[in-house]
């Protein structure tokens, strides 16, 4: 008897990777469109329906014909302000369903998508532009929280890298850089802790970065970004791994509370249970044909007021996660970040990401002088991975018009 092949579902195999980008490239088309949808008075709940149907509409242009699960990795969300987690309202909820964005107000956007199991999340944050503001510049504290999460996010894309994973110099050099221990949790909290203070902002307690896997976006590993009571990380970032990396930053302090806004966001869990109502089951049974162990709103289901009951029994018997609509326990502006990366012998790729900032609309008068933090600031976190031509006839370009050219390739493959 012929013994059964086993799937390789590691990013050693280029079918995973050719996967993760496609979910990714699918992901950055939505968060464009869908950034261009928030302006002032647009309601939250109308973009974030918009939001689902293109992801649907892009996932469905994919791998026609594969009998593989494709769908959307994280739906639509909106999170006005002070709210730090993923928030997504509902039509039968009046007083939320009538939320609208307001100008000058920092709002974060996440989405994402997945294809046969490997998804990829991403999430920016905007300051929703005012009809008197037409030149699009950022001042005063909404700039200070801006910069201050985009080079905490850098930084710690730049400390995730594996110990002499891009040093350079002979093989004994490479090899004694590799053994240098990883940087420890806490080492991490506090370099970021650094950044964002030097913007007058503070980390928002519990920010956590996962490893991702098939199926899978809160795996084995964690790194948790001041880590409140009962909380802590757990491992190292690897060659070989995927990881969703989050940062989220305040103007306040950083501690945060439970709002009373309802729980809309909810995520299969690997429990089992035998659910006492057919109305649970129901709903459980067209969560996983349609969601799988990926996060997913109410609203997606087929009858919105059925679920809300019906999902009741499945949180409390631990079959379904709800996630709790989470806000600064100060009500200060709160700016997140969140971006899916695969770790490879090169290097981090980034694989969806928020778009870099126009720094130069970013006015503000505090700056990084930590020179330990700068120097690591100016370091790539990828290997230049430009292909050499092996045709003799092509005409040779100038050496800094390869090295332009490179550098926008890895920056497009990160």
């Known amino acids: 008897m012929a013994e059964e092949v086993q799937t390789d579902y590691s990013l050693a195999n280029s079918d995973t990777l050719t996967k993760y980008k496609t979910a990714a490239r699918i992901a950055h088309q939505v968060l464009e469109t869908v950034t261009g949808w928030c302006i002032e008075g647009e309601k939250i709940l109308t973009i974030c329906e918009r939001g689902d ?18 769908g959307i990795g994280h739906p639509t969300t909106i999170s006005p302000s002070s709210f730090v987690t993923p928030y997504t309202p509902l039509s039968s909820d009046p007083a939320d369903a009538a939320m609208v964005l307001k100008a000058n107000e920092v ?52 400390l995730m890298l594996p110990p002499g994973l891009l040093a350079a110099g002979s093989d004994e ?54 880590p409140g009571e009962g909380q802590k990380g757990e491992g190292i970032p690897e060659v070989g791994e995927a990881w969703g990396v989050e940062m989220g930053v305040s103007m306040g302090t950083g501690k945060v ?42 609203r997606q289901l087929d009858d919105e007021r059925a679920a809300k009951v019906g999902v009741v029994e499945c949180v409390r018997s631990n079959v379904v996660r709800a996630y709790e609509v989470i806000a600064d326990k100060d009500g200060a502006a709160v700016a997140r970040l969140f971006t899916t990366i695969a770790i490879t012998k090169n290097g981090i790729m980034r694989l969806s990401a928020p778009p870099s900032p126009d720094l130069s609309k970013i006015k503000s008068d505090k700056k990084i002088t930590d020179e ?14 430009g292909t050499k031509s092996k045709s003799k006839k092509k005409k040779k370009k100038p050496a800094k018009k390869v090295a332009e050219e490179e550098s926008e390739e890895t920056s497009e493959e990160e």
């Open 107 to 158: 709002v974060k956007i996440q989405l994402g998508a997945q294809i046969d199991g490997f998804g990829t999340i991403v999430c920016d944050t905007i300051v929703i532009a005012s009809k008197e503001n037409e030149s699009g510049e950022i001042t005063g504290r909404e700039a200070d929280l801006l910069l201050a999460t985009y080079y905490a996010n850098e930084l710690l894309l730049r």
């Open 257 to 298: 509370k439970a709002t009373e806004h309802r729980a809309t966001l909810h995520r299969r869990t690997a429990t089992t249970y035998g659910l006492k109502r057919p109305s649970s089951r129901q709903i459980l049974s067209e969560i996983v044909k349609k969601f799988g162990t990926f996060p997913f709103s109410l």
């Open 53 to 70: 149907r293109l992801l649907d509409e892009e996932v469905g242009k994919v791998y026609k014909g594969k009998k593989i699960h494709k």
């Open 372 to 385: 330990e933090i700068l120097k690591i600031l100016e370091q790539p976190i990828s290997k230049a991975t």
């Open 173 to 226: 050099e490479k090899q004694k850089a590799a053994s240098v221990k990883a940087i420890s949790q806490t080492k991490i909290t506090q370099m970021l802790e650094k950044v964002v203070k030097s913007y007058d902002c503070n980390l928002v307690e519990n920010t956590t970065s996962w490893q991702f896997e098939r199926n899978e976006i809160e795996g084995k590993k964690k790194i948790v970004l001041v």
